[in-house]
């Protein structure tokens, strides 16, 4: 079975540009989420979707957006940015939504750089 | 707001040695508790988790117990490797697919 998939695993850009990150969860997962891990501020929540919708969203600027598709698979955009966006950035996926019980499966990661 | 505290590292340990790292968390209601491990170059795997208060999770040699009176989850193992050597993330789930996660303990076993 295969795990959580995420593209690119590397990439570098400069100061306002903007990137796109993919994510594509483990067959039959719905829901999709989202985090940075810097090593200043740790493990960010960024914002989740599930069935197409998001329906959680962390304390990022609005600079960051993402979207989910029919399939499952999730992208996250940033756009304009900034030094401070150097970071990993980590998908994972569950099978469901339900309270607090789920086990969320990680992706390898995107690591972003910018310069 | 809810958060998750866990004691600063690196930890150092020799192979052999019992294994404790606390972690303590602030929550309204009762979450679900988990721990996570992070290899170097990868990403976070499900060390293991509880429910409800009182559940004890463990997996390969490691245990948590959920202690809702000290809101306490800490991890321990009785013998450590030195393939345990990673970092470890205690987390929080207040609800939906959201994980609240502690700033990681940096675990360094020598042989």
């Known amino acids: 079975k295969a795990g959580v998939t995420q593209t690119p695993r590397y990439l570098i850009k400069t100061r306002g540009q903007q990137v796109t990150l993919s994510c594509s969860p483990i067959?039959?997962?719905?829901?999709v989420s989202w985090y940075q891990q810097t090593p200043g501020q740790g493990l960010q929540f960024l914002f989740e979707y599930f069935s197409e919708t998001q329906r959680n969203k962390g304390n990022f600027p609005g600079r960051f957006s993402g979207r989910q598709f029919s399939n499952s698979r999730s992208e996250m955009n940033v756009s304009t940015l900034e030094l401070g966006d150097s970071a990993l950035y980590l998908c994972?996926?569950?099978?469901?939504?339900?309270?607090?019980?789920?086990?969320?499966?990680f992706g390898a990661g995107s690591r972003l750089t910018v310069l | 707001g809810d958060s998750v505290t866990q004691m600063e590292g690196p930890v150092t340990l020799s192979e052999e040695a019992f294994l404790t790292i606390n972690c303590t968390y602030t929550?309204?209601?009762?979450?679900?508790l988990f721990w996570y491990v992070q290899y170097p170059g990868e990403g976070l795997q499900l060390l293991l988790k509880a429910t409800k208060a009182d559940d004890k999770g463990s997996n390969k040699g490691f245990e948590a117990t959920y202690r809702k009176e000290t809101t306490s989850f800490h991890l321990e193992k009785g013998s450590v490797q030195v393939s345990d050597s990673a970092v470890y993330f205690c987390a929080l789930n207040p609800g939906g697919n959201k994980l609240v996660f502690g700033a990681g303990t940096i675990l360094r076993v020598k042989s």
């Open positions: 994972a996926s569950s099978l469901d939504r339900g309270f607090g019980a789920n086990v969320l499966t």
């Open positions: 067959s039959g997962h719905r829901s």
């Open positions: 929550a309204t209601g009762y979450p679900s």
